[in-house]
């Protein structure tokens, strides 16, 4: 059972007036601001929209299934990537790792996948294509992955943090990979009961995960030894990787 429109309007309610200390070093708060029904190739879900008090960035949440005062529920956050997520771009990987996540919550009795919306690990849109820019003019990656390596975490983990507590969950299996990400957000208060590992299956796009002996500095070398520039903080498993493998890409 998904949001009933009693609770969306208790919900909103509830939104209309919040106001807290924030969340994390900079007081970072939320409110619902609006809730939709969201059917999607991915299955049913609910689309919630935020409003902030920080960067004027409208965040989501995908919500499917029952998730308000419920236990367990798997979260995914995901960073958005224009490029990657909308038109499909092949300079990285984040639509593979978004689709695997809905796929993965649609089949799940509820899940939520947390859309945060910081471009490029939070250096915005223009930045990311700064850095694409200097790749393309054969710049060192160095320096684009400098401008693109750059990413507030503590940010990132406080605005996912209240939005799962808006929503009124009372403890998460966090769909990650990365054990950073879960620390992150349990100093934040959230209550995290397991890990569910990000799966995606191997093709000619994410081979470079797979070849992992020249990872260095948050950036690996496909099998062409070009390198890839790696946007989302938390990468998937590959199907087929083994285990060192999946250490290896896990570093930086
Ligand atoms: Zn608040
Ligand atoms: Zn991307």
Same mark, same amino acid.
């Given at each position: ?5 009693? *609770?969306?309007?208790? !919900? ?19 409110? $619902? ?18 409003? #902030? ?18 236990? #367990? ?13 909308? @038109? ?13 996540? /809905? %796929?993965? @919550? ?6 939520? /996948? !947390? ?5 490029? %690990?939070? $250096?915005?849109?223009?930045?990311? $294509?700064?850095?694409?820019?200097? *790749? ?9 992955? @400098? ?37 992150? /957000? ?5 209550? @995290?009961?397991? %890990? ?33 520039? /790696? ?18 890409? *896990?570093?930086?």
């Amino acid at each position: 059972m998904a949001l009933t429109p009693l *609770q969306i309007r208790e !919900l909103l309610d509830d939104n209309r007036a919040h106001e807290c200390d924030g969340f994390g070093k900079n007081h970072v708060c939320v409110r $619902i601001a609006s809730i939709a029904e969201l059917p999607s190739r991915f299955g049913q879900f609910q689309v919630v929209a935020f409003w #902030n008090n920080r960067d004027g960035k409208e965040h989501a949440a995908f919500v499917h299934g029952e998730v308000t005062h419920a236990e #367990n529920v798997p979260v995914r956050m995901h960073s958005e990537c224009l490029t990657g997520d909308a @038109i499909g771009s092949l300079r990285c990987d984040c639509r593979d790792q978004l689709e695997a996540a /809905l %796929r993965t @919550i649609g089949a799940m009795d509820n899940g939520i /996948l !947390l859309y945060l919306r910081q471009e490029g %690990r939070g $250096i915005g849109f223009t930045n990311k $294509i700064r850095a694409y820019g200097l *790749q393309d003019h054969g710049y060192d990656t160095v320096e684009a992955n @400098i401008a693109l390596g750059f990413r507030d975490d503590e940010r990132d983990y406080s605005v996912a943090a209240h939005m799962i507590a808006s929503l009124n969950v009372k403890s998460i299996r966090l769909m990650t990979n990365n054990p950073k990400k879960i620390q992150g /957000l349990a100093e934040m208060g959230i209550r @995290i009961t397991d %890990r569910i590992p990000l799966v995606i299956p191997p093709n000619e796009y994410n081979r470079f995960y797979l070849q992992t002996k020249a990872s260095k500095s948050g950036h690996l070398l496909d099998s062409f030894g070009k390198e890839r520039l /790696l946007e989302q903080l938390d990468r998937p498993f590959v199907e087929g990787m083994t285990s060192e493998q999946a250490a290896k890409v *896990q570093e930086n």
